[in-house]
Nanobody
Framework: QVQLVESGGGLVQAGGSLRLSCAVS????????MGWYRQAPGKQRELVAHITSGGITTYGVSVKGRFTISRDNVKNTVSLQMNSLKSEDTAVYYC?????????WGQGTQVTVSS
């Protein structure tokens, strides 16, 4: 069993930065890849960033160059550094863990960017 718990969300002004963290209980090594997704009111959940067990990263078009995903297999954490935040980044951010079986999701953390 794997559990994911996000932290680090909050309110920030446009142009500011936030760092989200996802703590993984159980073995992070079971997770073939991890990612951050977000969902704004009235919109579908979308991929923000993704990182494989080998460290290969993928980013959503709207965040590329501003956000950085990283994972620490020793500390069992996955982080998302978000810089140059915009009002359109406002959403609930979810941590996702993929295995060869089911996906796992955190409960979400709210990020609000004021313009």
């Amino acid at each position: 069993q794997v559990q994911l718990v996000e932290s680090g969300g909050g309110l920030v002004q446009a142009g500011g930065s936030l760092r989200l963290s996802c703590a993984v209980s159980g073995s992070i090594l079971r997770l073939t890849a991890m990612g951050w997704y977000r969902q704004a009111p009235g919109k579908q959940r979308e991929l923000v960033a993704h990182i494989t067990s080998g460290g290969i990263t993928t980013y959503g078009v709207s965040v590329k160059g501003r956000f950085t995903i990283s994972r620490d297999n020793v500390k069992n954490t996955v982080s998302l550094q978000m810089n140059s935040l915009k009002s359109e980044d406002t959403a609930v951010y979810y941590c996702n863990g993929q295995t060869f079986g089911p996906d796992y999701w955190g409960q979400g953390t709210q990020v609000t960017v004021s313009s």
